[in-house]
Protein backbone atom coordinates (compact mmCIF):
# COMPACT_ATOMS: atom_id res chain seq x y z
CA UNK A 1 0.00 0.00 0.00
CA UNK A 2 1.59 3.51 -0.96
CA UNK A 3 2.67 5.61 2.00
CA UNK A 4 0.17 8.19 1.22
CA UNK A 5 -2.77 5.86 1.33
CA UNK A 6 -1.71 4.50 4.45
CA UNK A 7 -1.43 8.02 6.17
CA UNK A 8 -4.73 9.04 4.89
CA UNK A 9 -6.46 5.96 5.72
CA UNK A 10 -4.90 6.25 9.19
CA UNK A 11 -5.91 9.34 9.71
CA UNK A 12 -9.59 8.53 8.83
CA UNK A 13 -9.16 5.76 11.70
CA UNK A 14 -8.08 8.21 14.00
CA UNK A 15 -10.73 11.15 13.35
CA UNK A 16 -13.24 8.15 13.55
CA UNK A 17 -12.00 7.41 16.76
CA UNK A 18 -12.09 10.63 18.07
CA UNK A 19 -15.73 11.40 16.82
CA UNK A 20 -17.09 8.28 18.65
CA UNK A 21 -15.19 9.48 21.58
CA UNK A 22 -16.53 12.79 21.52
CA UNK A 23 -19.87 11.24 20.97
CA UNK A 24 -19.74 9.63 24.41
CA UNK A 25 -18.87 12.42 26.53
CA UNK A 26 -22.42 14.09 26.20
CA UNK A 27 -23.83 11.63 27.90
CA UNK A 28 -21.42 11.61 30.86
CA UNK A 29 -22.10 14.76 31.21
CA UNK A 30 -26.03 14.13 31.24
CA UNK A 31 -25.36 11.36 33.91
CA UNK A 32 -23.23 13.36 36.40
CA UNK A 33 -25.81 16.27 36.13
CA UNK A 34 -28.50 13.35 36.89
CA UNK A 35 -26.69 12.01 39.54
CA UNK A 36 -26.23 15.31 41.30
CA UNK A 37 -29.73 16.46 41.18
CA UNK A 38 -30.92 13.47 43.00
CA UNK A 39 -28.32 13.46 45.76
CA UNK A 40 -29.55 15.47 48.64
CA UNK A 41 -26.28 16.64 50.60
CA UNK A 42 -25.08 18.33 47.58
CA UNK A 43 -25.59 22.20 47.26
CA UNK A 44 -27.55 22.55 43.86
CA UNK A 45 -25.34 25.10 42.51
CA UNK A 46 -23.11 25.57 39.11
CA UNK A 47 -20.08 25.25 41.33
CA UNK A 48 -21.92 21.99 43.00
CA UNK A 49 -22.45 20.39 39.88
CA UNK A 50 -18.49 21.30 38.48
CA UNK A 51 -17.41 19.55 41.60
CA UNK A 52 -19.87 16.25 40.80
CA UNK A 53 -18.37 16.53 37.07
CA UNK A 54 -14.90 16.17 39.12
CA UNK A 55 -15.75 13.66 40.81
CA UNK A 56 -17.44 11.64 38.49
CA UNK A 57 -14.82 12.06 35.48
CA UNK A 58 -12.57 8.16 35.37
CA UNK A 59 -16.04 6.86 34.99
CA UNK A 60 -17.00 8.95 32.52
CA UNK A 61 -14.19 8.42 30.50
CA UNK A 62 -14.14 5.23 31.48
CA UNK A 63 -17.47 4.05 30.49
CA UNK A 64 -18.37 7.06 27.50
CA UNK A 65 -15.54 8.21 25.95
CA UNK A 66 -13.64 4.69 25.49
CA UNK A 67 -16.73 2.84 24.38
CA UNK A 68 -16.71 4.90 21.39
CA UNK A 69 -13.50 3.82 20.15
CA UNK A 70 -14.12 0.18 21.67
CA UNK A 71 -17.37 0.11 19.10
CA UNK A 72 -15.29 1.41 16.08
CA UNK A 73 -11.94 -0.68 16.87
CA UNK A 74 -14.69 -3.90 17.18
CA UNK A 75 -16.05 -3.25 13.74
CA UNK A 76 -12.74 -2.34 12.09
CA UNK A 77 -11.72 -6.07 13.39
CA UNK A 78 -15.28 -7.78 11.99
CA UNK A 79 -15.01 -5.68 8.47
CA UNK A 80 -18.12 -3.46 8.70
CA UNK A 81 -17.97 -1.22 5.94
CA UNK A 82 -15.07 -1.04 3.57
CA UNK A 83 -11.99 1.06 2.73
CA UNK A 84 -11.47 2.82 -0.59
CA UNK A 85 -8.11 4.25 -1.93
CA UNK A 86 -9.49 7.87 -0.14
CA UNK A 87 -10.15 6.52 3.22
CA UNK A 88 -12.87 5.08 5.22
CA UNK A 89 -15.95 5.14 2.87
CA UNK A 90 -18.85 7.00 3.36
CA UNK A 91 -21.35 4.11 4.20
CA UNK A 92 -18.90 2.74 7.34
CA UNK A 93 -18.96 5.90 8.80
CA UNK A 94 -22.57 6.36 8.79
CA UNK A 95 -22.93 3.31 10.24
CA UNK A 96 -20.58 4.42 13.92
CA UNK A 97 -21.96 7.60 13.36
CA UNK A 98 -25.91 6.56 14.02
CA UNK A 99 -25.12 3.98 16.26
CA UNK A 100 -23.27 6.67 18.53
CA UNK A 101 -26.54 8.52 18.34
CA UNK A 102 -28.54 5.43 19.13
CA UNK A 103 -27.17 4.30 22.07
CA UNK A 104 -26.98 7.43 23.41
CA UNK A 105 -30.60 8.24 22.56
CA UNK A 106 -31.65 4.80 23.83
CA UNK A 107 -29.98 5.43 27.08
CA UNK A 108 -31.83 8.23 28.01
CA UNK A 109 -35.12 6.84 26.75
CA UNK A 110 -34.38 3.72 29.43
CA UNK A 111 -33.61 6.13 31.81
CA UNK A 112 -36.94 8.23 32.21
CA UNK A 113 -39.18 5.03 31.46
CA UNK A 114 -37.23 2.82 34.28
CA UNK A 115 -37.01 5.99 37.21
CA UNK A 116 -39.68 8.88 36.23
CA UNK A 117 -42.39 7.22 38.71
CA UNK A 118 -39.61 6.95 41.44
CA UNK A 119 -39.03 10.79 41.51
CA UNK A 120 -40.23 13.26 43.38
CA UNK A 121 -41.27 15.80 40.90
CA UNK A 122 -37.60 17.82 41.21
CA UNK A 123 -36.46 14.91 40.20
CA UNK A 124 -38.72 14.60 37.55
CA UNK A 125 -37.77 17.75 36.05
CA UNK A 126 -34.45 17.40 36.22
CA UNK A 127 -34.95 13.93 34.54
CA UNK A 128 -37.13 15.16 31.83
CA UNK A 129 -34.58 18.03 30.64
CA UNK A 130 -31.53 15.33 30.97
CA UNK A 131 -33.65 12.67 28.52
CA UNK A 132 -34.78 15.29 26.20
CA UNK A 133 -31.38 16.94 26.02
CA UNK A 134 -29.82 14.06 25.50
CA UNK A 135 -32.47 12.59 22.78
CA UNK A 136 -32.24 15.92 21.31
CA UNK A 137 -28.57 16.11 20.56
CA UNK A 138 -28.72 12.40 19.58
CA UNK A 139 -30.51 13.65 16.56
CA UNK A 140 -28.20 16.24 16.25
CA UNK A 141 -25.07 14.05 15.97
CA UNK A 142 -27.55 12.10 13.60
CA UNK A 143 -28.21 14.95 11.35
CA UNK A 144 -24.43 16.27 11.38
CA UNK A 145 -23.48 13.06 10.56
CA UNK A 146 -25.12 12.58 7.33
CA UNK A 147 -24.09 16.06 6.26
CA UNK A 148 -20.32 15.77 7.21
CA UNK A 149 -20.17 12.76 4.94
CA UNK A 150 -20.04 15.79 2.03
CA UNK A 151 -16.68 16.73 3.64
CA UNK A 152 -13.65 14.77 3.57
CA UNK A 153 -11.43 14.78 6.26
CA UNK A 154 -13.55 16.47 9.03
CA UNK A 155 -15.73 13.86 10.20
CA UNK A 156 -15.07 15.03 13.75
CA UNK A 157 -15.38 18.16 13.59
CA UNK A 158 -19.11 18.86 13.47
CA UNK A 159 -19.53 16.70 16.15
CA UNK A 160 -17.72 18.66 18.21
CA UNK A 161 -20.29 21.72 17.96
CA UNK A 162 -22.78 19.73 18.83
CA UNK A 163 -21.52 17.88 22.26
CA UNK A 164 -20.68 21.50 22.96
CA UNK A 165 -23.83 22.97 22.56
CA UNK A 166 -25.33 19.81 24.83
CA UNK A 167 -22.64 20.54 27.08
CA UNK A 168 -24.44 23.86 27.79
CA UNK A 169 -27.74 22.53 28.08
CA UNK A 170 -26.73 20.90 31.00
CA UNK A 171 -24.80 23.67 32.57
CA UNK A 172 -27.93 25.37 32.03
CA UNK A 173 -29.90 22.96 33.92
CA UNK A 174 -27.58 22.84 36.96
CA UNK A 175 -27.35 26.46 37.32
CA UNK A 176 -31.19 27.05 37.19
CA UNK A 177 -32.17 23.71 39.33
CA UNK A 178 -32.16 24.73 43.16
CA UNK A 179 -32.60 22.62 45.86
CA UNK A 180 -34.10 23.83 49.63
CA UNK A 181 -32.16 21.63 51.77
CA UNK A 182 -34.89 20.40 54.05
CA UNK A 183 -34.11 19.34 57.57
CA UNK A 184 -34.56 16.26 59.30
CA UNK A 185 -38.56 15.65 59.49
CA UNK A 186 -39.91 15.81 62.88
CA UNK A 187 -42.71 14.26 64.17
CA UNK A 188 -46.33 16.00 64.74
CA UNK A 189 -46.81 16.37 68.66
CA UNK A 190 -50.16 14.92 69.27
CA UNK A 191 -50.07 13.06 73.07
CA UNK A 192 -52.63 11.77 74.37
CA UNK A 193 -53.60 8.93 72.15
CA UNK A 194 -54.02 5.18 72.83
CA UNK A 195 -53.97 2.34 70.74
CA UNK A 196 -57.55 0.22 71.13
CA UNK A 197 -55.48 -2.94 71.49
CA UNK A 198 -51.98 -4.51 70.67
CA UNK A 199 -50.60 -4.63 67.25
CA UNK A 200 -47.88 -7.28 65.80
CA UNK A 201 -46.52 -6.73 62.56
CA UNK A 202 -43.98 -9.48 60.83
CA UNK A 203 -42.46 -7.88 57.91
CA UNK A 204 -40.93 -11.35 55.43
CA UNK A 205 -39.96 -10.39 52.31
CA UNK A 206 -40.23 -12.64 49.88
CA UNK A 207 -43.58 -13.89 50.23
CA UNK A 208 -46.75 -14.08 47.63
CA UNK A 209 -50.18 -14.41 48.03
CA UNK A 210 -50.15 -17.23 46.29
CA UNK A 211 -47.28 -18.89 48.74
CA UNK A 212 -49.09 -17.72 51.53
CA UNK A 213 -52.64 -19.43 50.34
CA UNK A 214 -50.63 -22.54 49.83
CA UNK A 215 -49.42 -22.74 52.56
CA UNK A 216 -52.29 -21.77 54.78
CA UNK A 217 -54.54 -25.01 52.47
CA UNK A 218 -52.16 -27.41 53.49
CA UNK A 219 -51.83 -26.37 57.11
CA UNK A 220 -48.57 -27.49 57.98
CA UNK A 221 -47.43 -23.51 58.91
CA UNK A 222 -49.95 -22.84 62.37
CA UNK A 223 -49.03 -19.28 62.15
CA UNK A 224 -50.17 -18.63 58.93
CA UNK A 225 -52.87 -21.14 58.93
CA UNK A 226 -54.45 -19.43 62.20
CA UNK A 227 -54.24 -16.06 60.15
CA UNK A 228 -55.71 -17.04 57.81
CA UNK A 229 -58.81 -19.21 59.10
CA UNK A 230 -59.76 -15.96 60.75
CA UNK A 231 -58.75 -13.18 58.88
CA UNK A 232 -57.91 -12.15 55.18
CA UNK A 233 -55.20 -12.57 52.81
CA UNK A 234 -54.60 -10.34 50.18
CA UNK A 235 -51.87 -9.31 47.61
CA UNK A 236 -49.50 -6.16 48.17
CA UNK A 237 -48.62 -3.96 44.97
CA UNK A 238 -45.75 -1.71 45.62
CA UNK A 239 -44.36 1.25 43.78
CA UNK A 240 -42.43 1.34 40.83
CA UNK A 241 -39.66 -0.58 40.65
CA UNK A 242 -37.28 -0.29 43.83
CA UNK A 243 -35.14 -2.25 45.92
CA UNK A 244 -35.96 -4.06 49.61
CA UNK A 245 -35.01 -1.14 51.59
CA UNK A 246 -36.91 1.42 49.38
CA UNK A 247 -39.80 -1.08 49.99
CA UNK A 248 -39.62 -1.24 54.20
CA UNK A 249 -39.13 2.20 53.84
CA UNK A 250 -42.65 2.41 52.14
CA UNK A 251 -43.80 0.30 54.50
CA UNK A 252 -42.83 2.05 57.37
CA UNK A 253 -43.88 5.75 56.64
CA UNK A 254 -46.88 5.13 54.05
CA UNK A 255 -45.15 6.77 51.60
CA UNK A 256 -43.83 5.99 48.28
CA UNK A 257 -39.76 6.57 47.18
CA UNK A 258 -40.45 9.73 46.03
CA UNK A 259 -41.40 10.98 49.16
CA UNK A 260 -39.15 9.01 51.30
CA UNK A 261 -35.87 9.44 49.41
CA UNK A 262 -34.90 6.24 49.99
CA UNK A 263 -34.27 4.59 46.59
CA UNK A 264 -31.46 1.88 47.71
CA UNK A 265 -29.89 0.12 50.17
CA UNK A 266 -26.09 1.85 49.63
CA UNK A 267 -25.00 5.17 48.75
CA UNK A 268 -21.93 5.35 46.62
CA UNK A 269 -18.49 7.87 47.19
CA UNK A 270 -16.10 7.49 45.04
CA UNK A 271 -12.57 7.67 46.65
CA UNK A 272 -11.09 10.94 45.65
CA UNK A 273 -14.70 12.42 46.95
CA UNK A 274 -16.10 13.19 50.91
CA UNK A 275 -19.88 12.60 48.96
CA UNK A 276 -21.56 10.08 48.62
CA UNK A 277 -23.89 9.94 45.68
CA UNK A 278 -27.52 9.09 46.21
CA UNK A 279 -27.30 6.39 42.85
CA UNK A 280 -30.52 4.73 42.24
CA UNK A 281 -30.91 0.89 41.80
CA UNK A 282 -31.88 0.85 38.11
CA UNK A 283 -31.49 2.79 34.65
CA UNK A 284 -28.28 4.31 35.58
CA UNK A 285 -25.37 3.96 33.08
CA UNK A 286 -23.09 4.01 35.46
CA UNK A 287 -24.53 0.95 37.81
CA UNK A 288 -21.80 -1.48 35.99
CA UNK A 289 -19.22 0.59 37.68
CA UNK A 290 -20.12 1.11 41.09
CA UNK A 291 -18.69 -2.49 42.03
CA UNK A 292 -15.45 -1.92 40.92
CA UNK A 293 -12.80 -0.97 43.67
CA UNK A 294 -12.85 3.01 42.69
CA UNK A 295 -16.29 3.41 44.73
CA UNK A 296 -17.06 2.86 48.53
CA UNK A 297 -20.27 1.28 49.23
CA UNK A 298 -21.65 3.76 52.40
CA UNK A 299 -24.33 2.27 53.83
CA UNK A 300 -27.86 4.10 54.01
CA UNK A 301 -28.40 5.06 57.39
CA UNK A 302 -32.37 6.72 59.04
CA UNK A 303 -31.08 10.21 58.63
CA UNK A 304 -31.45 9.97 55.61
CA UNK A 305 -35.27 9.12 55.71
CA UNK A 306 -37.25 12.30 54.07
CA UNK A 307 -40.47 11.55 55.93
CA UNK A 308 -41.75 10.40 59.37
CA UNK A 309 -41.86 6.48 59.76
CA UNK A 310 -43.27 4.09 62.35
CA UNK A 311 -41.38 5.44 65.30
CA UNK A 312 -41.22 8.86 64.55
CA UNK A 313 -45.39 8.50 64.28
CA UNK A 314 -45.82 6.71 67.66
CA UNK A 315 -43.50 9.10 69.41
CA UNK A 316 -45.37 11.86 68.32
CA UNK A 317 -48.94 10.16 69.50
CA UNK A 318 -47.47 9.45 73.00
CA UNK A 319 -46.78 5.56 72.42
CA UNK A 320 -44.62 2.97 72.82
CA UNK A 321 -43.34 0.96 69.57
CA UNK A 322 -40.89 -1.46 68.86
CA UNK A 323 -39.12 -1.61 65.52
CA UNK A 324 -36.76 -4.68 65.45
CA UNK A 325 -34.69 -5.84 63.01
CA UNK A 326 -34.98 -2.59 61.14
CA UNK A 327 -31.94 -1.14 58.88
CA UNK A 328 -32.53 2.09 59.27
CA UNK A 329 -31.15 2.25 63.31
CA UNK A 330 -34.03 4.18 65.20
CA UNK A 331 -32.68 5.65 68.38
CA UNK A 332 -35.94 4.72 70.49
CA UNK A 333 -35.11 2.72 73.32
CA UNK A 334 -37.35 -0.10 71.81
CA UNK A 335 -35.68 -0.10 68.54
CA UNK A 336 -33.40 -2.82 67.94
CA UNK A 337 -31.41 -2.34 64.31
CA UNK A 338 -30.75 -5.62 61.87
CA UNK A 339 -26.92 -4.50 62.28
CA UNK A 340 -26.66 -5.69 66.12
CA UNK A 341 -28.62 -8.98 65.50
CA UNK A 342 -26.44 -12.73 64.72
CA UNK A 343 -25.68 -15.64 66.04
CA UNK A 344 -24.83 -15.34 70.00
CA UNK A 345 -24.99 -11.74 69.97
CA UNK A 346 -25.86 -10.31 73.76
CA UNK A 347 -28.59 -7.38 73.15
CA UNK A 348 -29.60 -5.14 76.12
CA UNK A 349 -33.34 -4.53 76.58
CA UNK A 350 -34.67 -1.57 77.76
CA UNK A 351 -35.27 -1.69 81.57
CA UNK A 352 -33.29 -4.37 82.25
CA UNK A 353 -32.31 -7.84 80.96
CA UNK A 354 -31.08 -8.88 77.49
CA UNK A 355 -31.43 -11.53 75.11
CA UNK A 356 -28.96 -13.69 73.76
CA UNK A 357 -29.33 -14.19 69.64
CA UNK A 358 -29.31 -18.03 69.47
CA UNK A 359 -26.68 -20.02 67.38
CA UNK A 360 -28.59 -22.70 65.19
CA UNK A 361 -25.06 -23.79 63.89
CA UNK A 362 -24.54 -26.04 60.97
CA UNK A 363 -27.76 -25.95 59.26
CA UNK A 364 -26.93 -28.06 56.09
CA UNK A 365 -27.70 -31.37 57.71
CA UNK A 366 -31.21 -30.19 58.19
CA UNK A 367 -32.36 -28.13 55.13
CA UNK A 368 -29.96 -29.39 52.55
CA UNK A 369 -30.22 -32.69 50.78
CA UNK A 370 -27.49 -35.82 49.75
CA UNK A 371 -25.87 -34.10 47.03
CA UNK A 372 -25.02 -30.69 48.37
CA UNK A 373 -21.72 -32.45 50.31
CA UNK A 374 -20.82 -32.58 46.09
CA UNK A 375 -21.14 -29.08 45.74
CA UNK A 376 -18.79 -26.17 45.80
CA UNK A 377 -21.09 -23.28 47.18
CA UNK A 378 -22.76 -25.79 50.39
CA UNK A 379 -20.46 -24.09 53.12
CA UNK A 380 -20.83 -20.58 52.09
CA UNK A 381 -25.13 -20.95 51.60
CA UNK A 382 -25.26 -22.82 54.83
CA UNK A 383 -23.08 -20.15 56.83
CA UNK A 384 -25.57 -17.37 54.86
CA UNK A 385 -28.39 -19.16 56.44
CA UNK A 386 -26.96 -19.49 59.52
CA UNK A 387 -26.13 -15.55 59.88
CA UNK A 388 -30.09 -14.89 58.41
CA UNK A 389 -32.08 -17.54 61.08
CA UNK A 390 -30.32 -16.77 63.81
CA UNK A 391 -31.48 -12.74 63.01
CA UNK A 392 -34.73 -13.62 63.04
CA UNK A 393 -34.67 -15.64 65.46
CA UNK A 394 -33.61 -13.40 67.77
CA UNK A 395 -35.76 -10.38 66.56
CA UNK A 396 -38.95 -12.77 67.17
CA UNK A 397 -37.34 -13.36 70.81
CA UNK A 398 -36.87 -9.60 71.21
CA UNK A 399 -40.91 -9.24 69.68
CA UNK A 400 -41.81 -11.26 72.45
CA UNK A 401 -40.43 -9.52 74.93
CA UNK A 402 -41.62 -6.42 74.01
CA UNK A 403 -45.02 -7.57 73.95
CA UNK A 404 -44.35 -9.23 77.37
CA UNK A 405 -43.57 -5.49 78.41
CA UNK A 406 -47.08 -3.94 77.44
CA UNK A 407 -45.49 -2.44 73.90
CA UNK A 408 -48.80 -1.50 72.24
CA UNK A 409 -46.83 -1.61 68.60
CA UNK A 410 -44.82 -4.32 67.45
CA UNK A 411 -42.87 -4.44 64.11
CA UNK A 412 -40.59 -6.87 63.68
CA UNK A 413 -38.51 -7.78 60.15
CA UNK A 414 -37.01 -11.00 59.67
CA UNK A 415 -34.55 -10.05 56.72
CA UNK A 416 -33.10 -13.05 56.85
CA UNK A 417 -36.30 -14.49 54.97
CA UNK A 418 -36.00 -12.21 52.50
CA UNK A 419 -32.41 -13.13 51.55
CA UNK A 420 -32.96 -16.64 51.74
CA UNK A 421 -36.22 -16.49 49.50
CA UNK A 422 -33.84 -14.18 47.09
CA UNK A 423 -31.52 -17.06 47.38
CA UNK A 424 -33.04 -20.31 47.23
CA UNK A 425 -36.47 -19.77 45.37
CA UNK A 426 -35.13 -20.55 42.18
CA UNK A 427 -34.02 -23.81 43.18
CA UNK A 428 -37.14 -25.23 43.43
CA UNK A 429 -38.43 -27.95 41.18
CA UNK A 430 -41.33 -26.33 40.19
CA UNK A 431 -40.44 -22.92 39.50
CA UNK A 432 -36.45 -23.19 38.83
CA UNK A 433 -33.95 -20.66 37.98
CA UNK A 434 -32.44 -20.63 34.39
CA UNK A 435 -29.17 -22.06 34.02
CA UNK A 436 -30.10 -23.98 37.39
CA UNK A 437 -28.39 -27.48 37.60
CA UNK A 438 -30.19 -30.81 38.59
CA UNK A 439 -27.98 -31.51 41.21
CA UNK A 440 -28.58 -28.14 42.79
CA UNK A 441 -32.18 -28.57 42.77
CA UNK A 442 -31.93 -31.94 44.28
CA UNK A 443 -29.89 -30.17 46.86
CA UNK A 444 -31.56 -27.44 48.06
CA UNK A 445 -34.97 -28.09 46.65
CA UNK A 446 -36.64 -27.94 50.28
CA UNK A 447 -34.36 -25.37 51.62
CA UNK A 448 -37.33 -22.52 51.77
CA UNK A 449 -39.88 -24.54 52.88
CA UNK A 450 -37.99 -26.06 56.01
CA UNK A 451 -36.07 -22.30 56.74
CA UNK A 452 -39.91 -21.40 56.68
CA UNK A 453 -41.53 -24.10 58.90
CA UNK A 454 -38.28 -23.28 61.66
CA UNK A 455 -39.98 -19.63 61.73
CA UNK A 456 -43.36 -20.38 61.67
CA UNK A 457 -42.63 -22.41 65.10
CA UNK A 458 -41.08 -19.60 66.90
CA UNK A 459 -44.07 -17.43 65.74
CA UNK A 460 -47.08 -18.96 66.27
CA UNK A 461 -46.75 -18.51 70.30
CA UNK A 462 -46.95 -14.43 69.67
CA UNK A 463 -49.99 -14.85 66.71
CA UNK A 464 -51.78 -17.07 69.62
CA UNK A 465 -50.98 -14.78 72.12
CA UNK A 466 -52.20 -11.64 70.07
CA UNK A 467 -55.44 -13.26 68.68
CA UNK A 468 -56.04 -14.40 72.24
CA UNK A 469 -56.04 -10.80 73.65
CA UNK A 470 -57.80 -9.20 71.15
CA UNK A 471 -55.19 -7.86 69.50
CA UNK A 472 -54.30 -7.11 65.48
CA UNK A 473 -51.56 -9.34 63.63
CA UNK A 474 -50.10 -8.88 60.22
CA UNK A 475 -47.63 -10.85 57.92
CA UNK A 476 -46.51 -8.17 55.69
CA UNK A 477 -44.05 -8.91 52.99
CA UNK A 478 -43.52 -5.70 50.83
CA UNK A 479 -42.30 -7.93 47.82
CA UNK A 480 -42.36 -11.19 46.37
CA UNK A 481 -39.70 -12.79 44.39
CA UNK A 482 -39.77 -15.40 41.09
CA UNK A 483 -37.12 -17.15 40.06
CA UNK A 484 -34.70 -15.48 37.21
CA UNK A 485 -35.37 -16.15 33.75
CA UNK A 486 -32.65 -13.30 32.86
CA UNK A 487 -30.11 -13.56 30.21
CA UNK A 488 -27.28 -12.56 32.66
CA UNK A 489 -28.40 -16.41 34.55
CA UNK A 490 -26.78 -18.28 31.53
CA UNK A 491 -22.95 -16.18 32.24
CA UNK A 492 -22.85 -15.99 35.54
CA UNK A 493 -22.37 -20.09 36.30
CA UNK A 494 -19.52 -19.87 33.75
CA UNK A 495 -18.11 -17.04 35.53
CA UNK A 496 -18.31 -18.73 38.47
CA UNK A 497 -20.29 -15.27 40.03
CA UNK A 498 -22.12 -16.04 43.36
CA UNK A 499 -25.76 -14.43 42.53
CA UNK A 500 -29.14 -14.77 44.11
CA UNK A 501 -31.47 -17.50 41.82
CA UNK A 502 -34.76 -15.45 42.43
CA UNK A 503 -35.70 -11.62 41.88
CA UNK A 504 -38.11 -9.06 43.00
CA UNK A 505 -37.96 -7.08 39.92
CA UNK A 506 -41.13 -6.74 38.08
CA UNK A 507 -42.63 -6.04 40.06
CA UNK A 508 -43.72 -9.20 42.17
CA UNK A 509 -46.50 -8.16 44.33
CA UNK A 510 -45.97 -9.16 47.95
CA UNK A 511 -48.95 -10.53 50.40
CA UNK A 512 -50.49 -9.17 53.31
CA UNK A 513 -52.04 -11.78 56.04
CA UNK A 514 -54.21 -9.80 58.81
CA UNK A 515 -56.49 -11.00 61.27
CA UNK A 516 -57.64 -9.71 64.63
CA UNK A 517 -61.12 -7.52 65.22
CA UNK A 518 -63.54 -6.37 62.51
CA UNK A 519 -61.06 -7.95 60.12
CA UNK A 520 -62.57 -9.93 57.41
CA UNK A 521 -62.71 -13.41 56.47
CA UNK A 522 -62.16 -13.82 52.61
CA UNK A 523 -59.27 -14.83 50.69
CA UNK A 524 -58.47 -12.11 47.78
CA UNK A 525 -60.11 -8.75 47.80
CA UNK A 526 -61.33 -7.14 44.62
CA UNK A 527 -58.19 -5.55 44.01
CA UNK A 528 -54.30 -5.79 45.37
CA UNK A 529 -53.52 -3.28 48.90
CA UNK A 530 -50.98 -0.36 47.75
CA UNK A 531 -48.00 -0.93 49.81
CA UNK A 532 -49.04 2.79 51.16
CA UNK A 533 -52.13 1.84 52.45
CA UNK A 534 -50.66 -0.97 54.76
CA UNK A 535 -49.56 1.32 57.44
CA UNK A 536 -52.30 3.62 57.61
CA UNK A 537 -55.03 0.99 57.32
CA UNK A 538 -53.14 -0.38 60.60
CA UNK A 539 -52.91 2.81 62.58
CA UNK A 540 -56.89 3.39 61.38
CA UNK A 541 -57.84 0.17 62.90
CA UNK A 542 -56.05 0.57 66.93
CA UNK A 543 -58.11 3.60 66.59
CA UNK A 544 -54.72 6.50 66.18
CA UNK A 545 -54.88 9.02 63.71
CA UNK A 546 -54.06 8.73 59.79
CA UNK A 547 -52.26 11.27 57.65
CA UNK A 548 -53.84 12.81 54.88
CA UNK A 549 -50.76 12.87 52.67
CA UNK A 550 -50.08 8.98 52.98
CA UNK A 551 -52.02 6.14 51.49
CA UNK A 552 -55.44 5.53 51.78
CA UNK A 553 -57.37 3.01 54.35
CA UNK A 554 -57.99 -0.15 52.89
CA UNK A 555 -61.16 -0.32 54.24
CA UNK A 556 -62.23 -3.43 52.11
CA UNK A 557 -60.20 -5.48 54.28
CA UNK A 558 -62.86 -4.63 57.12
CA UNK A 559 -66.11 -5.76 57.82
CA UNK A 560 -69.13 -3.16 57.56
CA UNK A 561 -69.78 -3.08 60.98
CA UNK A 562 -66.37 -2.36 62.59
CA UNK A 563 -66.10 0.57 59.28
CA UNK A 564 -69.39 2.00 60.71
CA UNK A 565 -68.03 2.18 64.21
CA UNK A 566 -64.67 3.43 63.68
CA UNK A 567 -64.40 6.58 62.07
CA UNK A 568 -61.21 7.97 60.33
CA UNK A 569 -59.50 10.82 62.55
CA UNK A 570 -57.04 12.45 60.26
CA UNK A 571 -54.37 14.72 60.66
CA UNK A 572 -52.56 16.89 57.56
CA UNK A 573 -49.05 14.86 57.80
CA UNK A 574 -46.98 13.07 60.67
CA UNK A 575 -44.30 15.17 59.41
CA UNK A 576 -44.32 18.88 61.12
CA UNK A 577 -42.52 20.76 58.38
CA UNK A 578 -45.44 19.51 55.88
CA UNK A 579 -47.99 19.62 58.54
CA UNK A 580 -47.21 23.28 58.77
CA UNK A 581 -46.25 23.62 62.65
Do not use: N
Request: with cysteine; proline share 9%.
Amino acid sequence: MPERARRRRGAAALWLVADAAVAGIFPGLAEALLLFVLTPDRPLTLGGYLAALVALSPQILGAFVLLGPALVLAGRALAVGRFTRRGLSRRYILRFALLDALLIGAAAAHQYRSLGGLLPPQGRVALALVASSTLAAAGVLALLAALDLRREGSVGGPWLAAVALGFLVALGVAASLRRVQSPDPVPVDLPGFEAERTLLVVEMPGWTAAELARHADRGDLRAVARLAATGTLAEVAGPPPADPLALHATLATGQPPRVHALFGQHRYRPLWDRRSFAVLPRGLLLAPLLGTRLWVRVPVAGESLRAVALPGIARGLGLKAAVIGDPLAWREPWCVPAARLGPGREIPLPGGGSVTCPDPGDLASRYFQTPAERLQGSRRLAGELRDAFAADACAIEIAARALAAGVPIVHVRLAGHGRAALRFAGFRPESRARATGDREVAAYRHVLRRYRHDLDERLAPLVDEILRGGGLAAIVSPFGVRPRQDPLRLVEPLLGLDRPTATLAGPVPGALLLAGPGVGRKRAPDRPVPLVSVLPTLLWALGLPVAEDAGAVAFELFEPEFRAAHPVVTVPSFDARRAGR
